[in-house]
């Protein structure tokens, strides 16, 4: 089930790339230019994906026929919401979502699908770690490194 899960995740999310990367201008002088690695990357690992894609669907058609046996556990269920959250990251900054609200929701969502304590003390310092893990790494690249993220 947990490679039926990532590899579904995984092959949505090559294609979102892979739609986003054929928008790109086509280089004039340079054959294999930046399109070529925009477009490259994302299809072998949407390759890869449908490869575990396949692979899950027989494990768990194989889990599926064994009698008595759990096909989704506690373990599993947590794994597959952290993939959600992940994807529902990637997918927040390709609708227009700015990286540090997006990733400060996605540290936020990260920490509850993971178990963080629900006490006061826990959840302020959660809030915190976000906030300084999303601004202060946007601030960083923006300021110091001349990378502007989305």
């Known amino acids: 089930m947990r490679d039926l899960t990532t590899g579904a995740l ?8 892979l739609r986003e990367a054929w928008r790109l201008p086509v280089p004039r002088y ?7 690695l925009a477009v490259v990357v994302p299809a072998t690992i949407l390759i890869f994906a449908l ?5 899950g669907w027989r494990e768990w058609r194989r889990a599926a026929a064994a ?11 947590r ?3 952290t993939m959600t959250v992940a994807f529902a990251w990637v997918l927040a900054m390709q609708l227009g979502l700015s990286f540090g609200v997006a ?16 006490t006061p003390a826990a959840i302020g310092a959660t809030l915190c770690i976000a906030g300084i893990l999303s601004f ?3 601030f960083v690249f ?9």
């Open 136 to 138: 202060g790494v946007s």
């Open 67 to 77: 009698p008595g046996a759990a096909i989704i556990s506690a373990a599993n269920l």
């Open 103 to 118: 990733t400060f929701g996605f540290v936020i969502a990260c920490a509850a699908v993971l178990g963080a304590p629900r």
């Open 10 to 17: 995984l092959a949505a999310l090559m294609a979102v790339l």
């Open 30 to 36: 340079e054959p294999l230019g930046a399109v070529f």
């Open 79 to 81: 794994f597959v919401a």
């Open 142 to 150: 923006a300021r110091y490194l001349d990378v502007l993220l989305p």
């Open 51 to 55: 490869v575990l894609m396949f692979r």
